[in-house]
C-alpha cells in the first residue's frame, strides 16, 4: 500500500510538473482583414509553424504548448515563406502568462505579462520606425535619406541601451544584450542589399555601417537563436566580400564558423538549378552538414533534386508551336533535344539568339532538335510571333503562356535557361551551359554521335 501511494505521489507531481511548464498566450487579433494567427519557433534561424488559431468574433485567440527550449518564439500572421514579416518575437521559458493585442502592423501586451516581455516590447517600440524602414520595405516609401539617421538613432544608442532592464534571468538578459546587436544589424543589411535601381551613397554612410565588421556574427551559432539566422548569414557574407567579386567557393571559405559554412552551402544546394550542380555543392562542401539537422535537410534536398538526375525521365510539356500545333517534348525520341527557355522582353536571351542560330546551323542534319519555349504571356503573343517572324528564329517554336507548367516542372524562376535531353527521353542536365559557352558544343557532339 505504501508502494501504492508513493507511485501516485510521483505520478501527481510528474503531471503538475509538466502542467506547470506549460506556456499561455492570450491575445486579441485586430486585424482589418481578420486571418488566422499562427505561433512559430526558432529552429536553427529559421521560422518553423507549430501551430494556429482562429479567432473568435471579437478577435480573440489562445496558445497553450509547452516550450522545446527556452528563448524566441513568434506570434503574428502569414506562413513561414514570408519570413518575419508579420510576426512579433516573445521570449518563452516555460509557466509564461503572455497577454497582448494584434493590429495589422504591431502588436501591443497587455494585462499580466513577464519582466522579459516587457524588456523586450520596450526594444520593439524603440526599433520600429527602423524595422518598418528596412524588413517591410515593400510596403512603404524607399529610399536612403531617412534610413542613415534613423539606423544611427538605435546604433547609437543600443550600446547602452539593456543597462538598467535587467530581469533577473540570466538567461534572457544574454540573449536581450545579442539582440540589441544582432537586430540593427539585420535590419541595415536587409535593406542595403535588397537589389533596387536606387543604392546609397556610401559617403552617406555612418560609422556603424562603415566600420560594420560580419564576422563578429559569422563566428559562432548566436545566429540560431534568431528568427532572421539563416537568411542573414547570406547577407553578411555579401557584405563582407561586397565588391571583391569572390566565386561560391571563396564566399564559403570567408565564413570563419563550419556549421554557418554547412547552412550556406545547405541554402546554395536548395536553390540548384540541376542534380548536378545540387551534387557538386554537397560533395565539395558536405563535409559542413555537421548538425542533425542540416543532415537531415540535406537528405529532404537530394530527394527534390533526385528527378533532375542525370538519366531520370524528361518531365513532359506539351505547347502549341508557331502555328498553333501542339507539340510536346516526347516527340522527339530517338533523336537529342536541346530546349531554350526565353521571352521576348529578356535581354539576355536575346543575346544568346546568334549563338543559338550558329550552332543550329553546324548541327544541321544530326540528330539532334533545338527547342525553344517563350513564357511570354498570352497577351504578347502577336508580339511574340512578330519577334520569331523578324529574327528569322529557327528550330521548334513553342509558346507556354507565361510561367506554366515547364516553369513549375524544372523549378524554373529565371531566364534564359536551357536544358538537354537524350535521345531515349532522359535528362543530361536541365542547366546546361548556354549556346555562347564552348562546353556546349562539346556536349552536343558528345551526345549527338552517340547511339
Known amino acids: 500500500m505504501k508502494s501504492y501511494y508513493t507511485c501516485l505521489m510521483i505520478l501527481l507531481g510528474t503531471l503538475f510538473t509538466a502542467q506547470a511548464q506549460l506556456t499561455e498566450i492570450n491575445g486579441v487579433s485586430k486585424k482589418s482583414k481578420p486571418t488566422n494567427v499562427r505561433l512559430f519557433k526558432v529552429a536553427y534561424g529559421r521560422i518553423e509553424e507549430i501551430a494556429n488559431a482562429t479567432p473568435t468574433t471579437n478577435g480573440a485567440f489562445n496558445f497553450k504548448f509547452k516550450p522545446d527550449y527556452k528563448g524566441y518564439y513568434l506570434v503574428g500572421f502569414g506562413d513561414a515563406n514570408t519570413g518575419s514579416q508579420d510576426k512579433f518575437k516573445l521570449y518563452v521559458k516555460g509557466n509564461d502568462k503572455i497577454n497582448l493585442v494584434l493590429t495589422d502592423s504591431s502588436y501591443v501586451l497587455n494585462g499580466v505579462n513577464n519582466k522579459e516581455n516587457q524588456v523586450l516590447a520596450q526594444w520593439y517600440n524603440f526599433t520600429y520606425k527602423l524595422e518598418r524602414k528596412t524588413v517591410y520595405f515593400n510596403r512603404g516609401r524607399r529610399g536612403f535619406d531617412d534610413f542613415f539617421p534613423m539606423l544611427a538613432n538605435v546604433t547609437d544608442k543600443a550600446q547602452n541601451w539593456c543597462l538598467g532592464k535587467e530581469t533577473g534571468n540570466a538567461d534572457f538578459d544574454e540573449l536581450m544584450r545579442n539582440t540589441v546587436n544582432y537586430d540593427p544589424a539585420y535590419f541595415a543589411l536587409t535593406l542595403l542589399l535588397y537589389p533596387t535601381a536606387s543604392k546609397p551613397n556610401e559617403e552617406n554612410y555612418t560609422d556603424y555601417v562603415k566600420n560594420f565588421n560580419a564576422d563578429q556574427f559569422l563566428k559562432n551559432e548566436d545566429l540560431y537563436k534568431f528568427p532572421y539566422g539563416a537568411n542573414m548569414i547570406q547577407n553578411l557574407v555579401a557584405f563582407k566580400n561586397k565588391g571583391l567579386n569572390y566565386s561560391f567557393d571563396q564566399n564559403i571559405l570567408s565564413i570563419p564558423n563550419d556549421k554557418l559554412k554547412g547552412e550556406f552551402a545547405l541554402n546554395y544546394a536548395g536553390i540548384a538549378k540541376s542534380y548536378t550542380k545540387y551534387k557538386e555543392t554537397v560533395d565539395n562542401y558536405g563535409k559542413y552538414f555537421l ?63 546568334p549563338s543559338l542560330k550558329a550552332l543550329e546551323k553546324e548541327f544541321h542534319g544530326k540528330d539532334i532538335v533545338f527547342m525553344s519555349v517563350s513564357v511570354d504571356l498570352d497577351a504578347d503573343k502577336g508580339k511574340w510571333e512578330k519577334f520569331v517572324a523578324n529574327e528569322q528564329l529557327g528550330g521548334i517554336q513553342l509558346m507556354a503562356s507565361g510561367w506554366s507548367k515547364i516553369a513549375k516542372d524544372y523549378k524554373i524562376s529565371g531566364i534564359p535557361r536551357f536544358m538537354l535531353f537524350d535521345k531515349n527521353g532522359n535528362i543530361i542536365d536541365v542547366d546546361s551551359p548556354r549556346p555562347s559557352d564552348p562546353k556546349l558544343k562539346d556536349m552536343l557532339n558528345e551526345w549527338v554521335n552517340k547511339p
Open 291 to 353: 548538425t542533425d539537422d542540416q543532415k537531415m535537410r540535406a537528405d529532404v534536398i537530394a530527394a527534390k533534386m533526385n528527378i533532375y538526375k542525370p538519366g531520370a525521365p524528361a518531365i513532359n510539356f506539351t505547347y502549341p508551336d508557331i502555328t498553333g500545333k501542339e507539340v510536346s517534348l516526347t516527340d522527339f525520341k530517338g533523336k537529342v533535344v536541346f530546349v531554350d527557355v526565353w521571352a521576348t522582353w529578356c535581354g539576355p536571351c536575346i543575346k544568346e539568339i
